[in-house]
């Protein structure tokens, strides 16, 4: 990015405040403030500082770099009264400012270094730049693109997968290529931290395309079964799902495959500022051959890591490469070293826990033996952690045989929207998550998640980049993002959230109760008749009392909306408990459905029709 975009943001807000056009504020690197950076790991091009010091509109915005100077631009906007709620100008609110209360003087560094959100769900291209638009805007430096090409989270949406209401039409990888094009020039002009790949690596060393989770059962002749893990006496694509099947990591030419098929991705995407690389996208599904067996997967993992580091070093590539901790590679191997934590980043994701509770429940109750909760590794038999006590068993494993820098890979924002369905309490949580990544020696965090998580509202993303990178309380969050969207209905609003929001039933979402419990069909019906009277009240805001913009109206009219729709959810829940629902047969969720995908044009930007049917069909078909 050259500065020009960070300049033609601070005329474009200066302007809308003031109404001045003419900016007297300067924009500058000044590599002099990397003298005030204090972490536990080296500063490097990822951190972001910037300086403040404006009076009555004139003055000079400075960082590190050109990101942190664009950090510093918003900061500037942000402490004269701008707010960013969610996505999209029409959700932001800009106040009206004589330009000689145009002063701030501040100077940041931001304790988290890495700050970023990853695609996922069912996306226009609209929606990935609105997003990519909103993360700096709020002080994050990242975003993540999956796959080399995300035709899945456009394919999605697209083609209306999952929504039988709305006609779907053709779409290309070509299609994909080209709004992929459009991303990465959305993140260049930002100067944001490119994250790339993850899914796919494996495939494409044996030479197959996987442009998401689609069966195959073809083995073509130009594919070498013995590259295939060994499972059960047999090398196939495991169930039949490329992305899905791991390799046989003892073999030296899978090693150089996957090795030279990430060094060329390198050198011929130098725009990527960390490339991710996963192995296979499933668990116990590793070679059992004689040879893959005498290690963990860890042990092969780390090999293949070390060999890339080597390449990548002999072709001058200072490119860095995130490695996954997840899984099956959860268990340290017994021979697991990085030879070079430098070229490395950890990425924690511990993607079998619970929302539950916090990490920062778990760190309460850590002792000083940390290892204490990790079972045997017993290949293709393991069972995965729930209880973050445990989840972080193995953190500490690790951290133990890496000390370079890492970052939390965590999905709130992916299944929970829809099982915490007010977000209320789940917002509580990732509050209470961003504020124990220093406690977990992490540097930070990436949200994979749906860009349309804002049902019933955006309570939720706004408290993650807020607690991520301000030092603000989760009272002062919550209070901010209320009174901005709903003015003097705030306390209104957030009264009824907070009394339809039940731990039980958010619980019983998650398969954490058992599957009859009648304290949650009392707390259901209890919480069905409340619904009634605060659809009658958020009717009344609408209609009797005074709107202060056209946000609050939109937002209000989402509310009652939301309520409609968890009135139909209850009942589903209700024949759920009882035992009654069969989902073909039951009226009650053709009900639901039918409200949702049918209105899912109306709230594009609001929620994922794709996950909402996904996620909800799953839950009431479950037996547990």
């Not at 010091?53 to 004139?58: E, P, R």
């Not at 072709?315 to 340290?332: E, G, N, P, R, S």
């Not at 930007?605 to 069909?617: A, L, N, Q, R, W």
Request: glycine letters at 4%; charged letters at 25%.
């Amino acid at each position: 990015m050259s500065l020009n975009f960070a300049q033609e943001e601070l005329k474009y807000y200066l302007n809308r405040m003031t109404g001045t056009t003419a900016v007297d504020i300067q924009l500058s690197v000044d590599s002099e403030l990397e003298r005030i950076y204090q972490g536990d790991v080296s500063f490097n091009e990822f951190d972001d500082i910037y300086k403040i010091s404006v009076f009555q509109g004139k003055g000079t915005i400075s960082g590190v770099n050109d990101r942190s100077i664009l950090l510093g631009v918003y900061a500037y906007l942000r402490r004269l009264g701008c707010k960013f709620l969610k996505p999209g100008r029409e959700n932001e609110i800009i106040p009206r400012l004589a330009i000689n209360l145009c002063s701030v003087s501040e100077t940041k560094v931001y304790k988290n270094r890495h700050r970023t959100v990853c695609i996922e769900g069912a996306n226009t291209i609209e929606n990935i730049i609105d997003m990519i638009d909103f993360l700096p805007k709020n002080g994050m430096n990242g975003y993540f693109v999956q796959f080399f090409t995300p035709y899945e989270f456009f394919e999605r949406w697209y083609k209306h997968q999952k929504n039988p209401y709305i006609n779907g039409k053709e779409f290309t990888v070509d299609d994909a290529k080209k709004m992929h094009q459009k991303i990465d020039e959305e993140i260049f002009k930002r100067s944001l931290i490119y994250h790339a790949v993850g899914h796919g690596w494996t495939a494409k060393a044996i030479g197959v395309e996987a442009l998401g989770w689609h069966k195959s059962n073809e083995i073509n002749s130009l594919i070498d079964t013995q590259y295939l893990a060994l499972i059960n006496g047999k090398r196939s694509f495991y169930d039949d799902i490329p992305l899905n099947t791991q390799l046989c990591y003892s073999n030296k030419l899978v090693k150089e495959r996957l090795v030279d098929a990430i060094v060329d991705y390198a050198l011929e995407n130098p725009q990527v500022d960390i490339i991710h690389f996963w192995l296979g996208d499933y668990f116990n599904n590793y070679c059992e051959c004689d040879q893959c067996k005498q290690k963990y997967p860890s042990d092969h993992y780390v090999q293949i890591l070390n060999l890339l580091d080597k390449k990548l070093t002999m072709q001058h590539c200072k490119t860095k490469i995130a490695f996954l901790i997840y899984f099956d590679l959860l268990w340290v191997g017994k021979e697991a070293k990085i030879d070079n934590p430098d070229r490395f980043i950890m990425m924690f994701a511990p993607i079998t826990r619970t929302f539950t509770k916090s990490y920062l429940d778990s760190l309460e109750q850590i002792n000083d033996n940390k290892s204490e909760a990790i079972p045997k590794f017993v290949l293709n038999k393991n069972k995965f952690p729930e209880n973050l006590k445990e989840n972080l068993s193995f953190l500490h494993q690790w951290q133990e045989i890496f000390n370079g820098d890492s970052f939390l890979f965590d999905y709130h924002l992916m299944w929970d929207p829809f099982k915490d369905y007010t977000n209320v309490g789940l917002s509580k949580i990732i509050y209470d998550d961003m504020k124990s990544l220093q406690d977990l020696n992490l540097n930070g965090f990436i949200s994979c998640q749906l860009q349309r998580v804002f049902y019933p509202t955006g309570q939720a993303l706004f408290t993650m980049v807020q607690s991520l990178c301000e030092n603000s309380t989760y009272d002062s969050i919550v209070q901010e993002y209320f009174e901005s969207v709903y003015n003097k209905n705030a306390n209104r609003v957030l009264k009824i959230l907070k009394s339809i929001t039940d731990i039980k039933i958010h619980e019983y979402a998650r398969a954490e109760r058992p599957h009859d419990d009648k304290e949650v069909l009392l707390s259901v019906s209890c919480i069905k008749t409340k619904i009634k009277s605060y659809i009658h009240e958020v009717i009344d805001m609408i209609k009797h009392n005074e709107i202060s913009n056209q946000l609050e109206s939109k937002e209000l009219e989402i509310l009652k909306h939301f309520l409609q729709y968890y009135q139909l959810l209850l009942t589903c829940i209700q024949e759920k408990i009882k035992g009654t629902i069969k989902i073909e047969e039951s009226i009650s969720f053709a009900k639901l459905l039918a409200y949702m995908l049918k209105d899912e044009i109306q709230y594009q930007p609001i929620y994922d029709g794709y996950f909402f049917h996904h996620i909800i069909k799953e839950f009431l078909e479950k037996k547990w």
